[in-house]
């Protein structure tokens, strides 16, 4: 056999499994129909390959399974949260710890300790349950990302970068006193994981502390940015994820974690802080909205697992393969002319929904509306990014139009192999050959908050 490449495979080998069920399309049809054409209303017994989320959907190790048998439940001082704290520290480079029961808590408590009504929050794109918090806490989110992000053929290798003239734009127009901390994302989630470079994050922060401004980390998929830093990025391509990690951290004050993306576990976040006194308000009030100050809402077990997935995350062989999978289906459509964003991201291959289904307009919902056509092609279950997860302006009323109209196929960490992304290559294919004969959806039922979570649709 040639190889036209060097061949590479996961860096593990398989201990358990689970089986998977395969259905037939009239039984989708019926299953989409019933979850109002929304994937994240469908039971996961209907669905064959999942890639709504990489969120929690991940295969823990046997070191973290072994951990969670050590789980010390006690209501207070768990050891495992001692654990937690100390490799956040060591790993992260922050001083002071929170737990929390996912990512979105910790927003919740870093969004109400900092921001005041009418205050201003930029941040290199928008995250649904980020800008949510934001908003909720009174504060108004501002996109700062670079232009090029919007643009999903744009090639660049940092495309989650913070436009500084945009975020100096809105220093000058509202005034410093008015943004309490910027966030930034690595990688952003909603620009299809793109990366922000080393030398971005350091002056976000230079010129973000000029004003007296926090940087807050969305640091969910940081440990794939330090991998496309180490491989993109001058001078840092001898150095380790760990070492370019604790680099990154250093130039932001605080960060938001969901444990559930590249710490491997099922459950668990934290927000992390080096200002003793937002510490302090941290701290008070997780005991409010989320558990005492030592499990925020976790078992101790589930502690013990995100402490031992950190310690795992920053290995080499992991973050590479990790990396390297998404690439992978990434080529595999770009091979087939599938239109998608590009470059591919770290978590995540994102299909361009406006350009795959270019007769639907964007009111017609094409996003939503591939997602729930990928799934009666094929059982593959994705997620729409685009106008439905938008929401509607705060102040108007009005639905946010985002560039960007995309549906993500995201991968689980060392749930699937490269045979699964081989059938979810060829159900897109298929889809497309066909896609002319797509028809748009109606919104049907809008819930008040985060709607693409519930809402419900029907055909046109
Ligand atoms: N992300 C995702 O699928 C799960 C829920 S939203 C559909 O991508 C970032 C960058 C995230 C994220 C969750 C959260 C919230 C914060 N920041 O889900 O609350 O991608 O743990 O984290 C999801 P939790």
Not at 34 to 48: C, H, K, Q
Not at 234 to 258: H, M, N, P, Q, W
Not at 274 to 285: K, W
Not at 346 to 362: M, N, T
Request: some cysteine.
């Amino acid at each position: 056999m040639a190889f036209t490449r060097k061949p590479w495979a996961e860096p593990y080998k398989i201990k358990v499994v689970e089986p998977l069920k395969m259905t037939t399309r009239e039984h989708r049809e019926v299953k989409i129909k019933e979850s109002g054409y929304n994937t994240f209303l469908l039971r996961s017994e209907d669905v064959y390959i999942d890639l709504l989320t990489d969120s929690g959907t991940n295969a823990m190790s046997d070191y973290q399974w072994a951990g969670m048998m050590l789980g010390d439940e006690a209501y207070a001082g768990s050891k495992n949260f001692y654990f937690l704290e100390e490799n956040v520290q060591k790993y992260y480079n922050y001083k002071y710890v929170v737990p929390t029961h996912q990512g979105r808590g910790a927003e919740h408590l870093i969004s109400q300790a900092l921001i005041k009504k009418g205050d201003y929050v930029p941040g290199n794109m928008y995250f649904t349950t980020t800008r949510q918090h934001q908003e909720l806490a009174g504060g108004t989110f501002v996109d700062v990302i670079i232009d090029e992000a919007h643009n999903p053929s744009v090639e660049l290798p940092f495309k989650g970068n913070v436009d500084l003239n945009k975020f100096q734009a809105l220093i000058d127009k509202v005034g410093a006193e008015k943004i309490p901390y910027i966030t930034v994302g690595a990688t952003v989630n909603m620009a299809g994981g793109q990366p922000v470079s080393m030398a971005n994050i350091k002056d976000v922060h230079d010129l973000a502390h000029k004003y007296n401004i926090r940087v807050i980390l969305d640091a969910t998929r940081v440990t794939e940015n330090a991998y496309f830093i180490q491989q993109r990025e001058e001078g840092y391509k001898d150095k380790s994820i760990e070492a370019i990690l604790r680099e990154f951290c250093s130039y932001t004050d605080g960060a938001t974690v969901s444990g559930k993306k590249d710490v491997y576990t099922n459950i668990g976040g934290f927000v992390a802080i080096n200002d003793p006194d937002v510490f302090d308000e941290l701290r008070n009030m997780v005991v409010v909205y989320e558990g005492l100050h030592t499990y925020g809402g976790l078992a101790g077990r589930d502690m013990e697992a995100m402490a031992r997935g950190i310690e795992e995350m920053v290995k080499q062989e992991n973050i590479e393969f990790r990396v390297k999978q998404v690439q992978y289906l990434g080529d595999l459509l770009i091979e087939a002319g599938i239109p998608i964003v590009q470059p591919v991201g770290g978590h995540a291959v994102f299909l361009d929904a406006r350009k795959f289904y270019e007769h639907l307009p964007q009111t017609q919902y094409p996003a939503q509306a591939l997602a729930a056509d990928l799934y009666i092609e094929s059982g593959v279950r994705s997620m729409e990014r685009g106008i439905v997860s938008a929401g509607r302006n705060k102040e108007t009323g009005e639905e946010n139009k985002p560039r960007l109209e995309l549906v993500r196929l995201t991968i689980p960490r060392r749930v699937y192999t490269q045979s699964h992304l081989d059938v979810v290559a060829y159900s897109v294919i298929e889809l497309y050959k066909h896609r002319e004969k797509a028809t748009g959806l109606k919104m049907v039922y809008e819930p008040a908050y985060l709607r693409f979570f519930q809402a419900r649709f029907e055909r046109l």
